[in-house]
């Protein structure tokens, strides 16, 4: 695979001397540690990164397609909140205040429209974080699932409304389609496979998601249904299925 211009799509900013300590060795052309979500695009296939002070946090290598699906609930910072990495900086560049955790972004984030689902962590020292956090919820008609694991608690949280309300069912069926033929790895199964698949839930509710367990995903079709709720780039799911 021959070497092709990284292209940045994230709004990080870019760092100048002097660097942060540790920095990697995944650099700019004129030197500078890389700092944000970057791009590969090679004649097939496409790669994208993520990258922090020149460390590389993530990697996601997949079949380059026109894209049809297209939503702000589908974005690159949601994949920085998977919980793998700490990034640093908020969606707009800016720098995440102190103590700013990722569970104060993703509640903003839901509420605002730019996630479909998340889980926020508070734990059994901070009851008034936590009441705040549903005092938050429930003024914004979010849909919530509490449980407690001994001294942590996690709300997760999602928009209220029907899956193929929220974003567009159609087009998310043809990327998928054209993802998986243009591999013709199977993973998926056959074209009839995947839209019989996609269509079965398109009607569901998105609270019924609430205590669908994201964390452990069993099949691929599982992978599909973890990377709609949480808003990661459909792509990046595919990745994930074919790596």
């Not at 996601?60 to 589908?74: C, G, N, Q, V, W």
């Not at 103590?99 to 962590?121: C, H, M, T, W, Y």
Request: net charge neutral; hydrophobic share 35%.
């Amino acid at each position: 695979m021959t070497s092709q211009p990284y292209k940045k799509i994230s709004r990080d900013p870019d760092l100048t001397l002097p660097y942060p300590p540790r920095h990697g060795r995944n650099l700019e052309e004129n030197g500078h540690p890389r700092n944000g979500v970057y791009l590969q695009s090679f004649q097939k296939t496409e790669a994208k990164r993520y990258i922090q002070n020149g460390n590389v946090l993530g990697l996601f290598r997949y079949p380059k397609i026109t894209p049809a699906f297209h939503s702000p609930l589908f974005n690159d910072y949601n994949q920085q909140l998977c919980g793998g990495w700490y990034w640093k900086y908020r969606e707009d560049g800016s720098i995440r205040a102190p103590f700013e955790s990722n569970s104060d972004i993703i509640l903003q984030r839901v509420i605002e429209g730019a996630k479909p689902l998340g889980g926020l962590v508070g734990w059994a020292d901070q009851q008034e974080k936590i009441a705040g956090w549903k005092n938050q919820i429930s003024r914004a008609g979010l849909g919530l699932f509490c449980y407690e694991e001994g001294i942590k608690n996690t709300l997760i949280i999602c928009r209220q409304g029907i899956l193929d309300e929220l974003f567009d069912f159609e087009d998310l069926i043809t990327d998928y389609m054209a993802l998986s033929q243009a591999t013709r790895l199977g993973v998926l199964g056959s074209p009839g496979t995947i839209n019989k698949f996609l269509n079965s839930i398109r009607k569901d509710a998105m609270t019924k998601y609430l205590q669908f367990d994201h964390l452990h995903p069993h099949s691929a079709f599982d992978y599909i249904v973890t990377g709609l709720i949480l808003g990661y780039p459909i792509e990046n799911t595919y990745a994930v299925l074919t790596e």
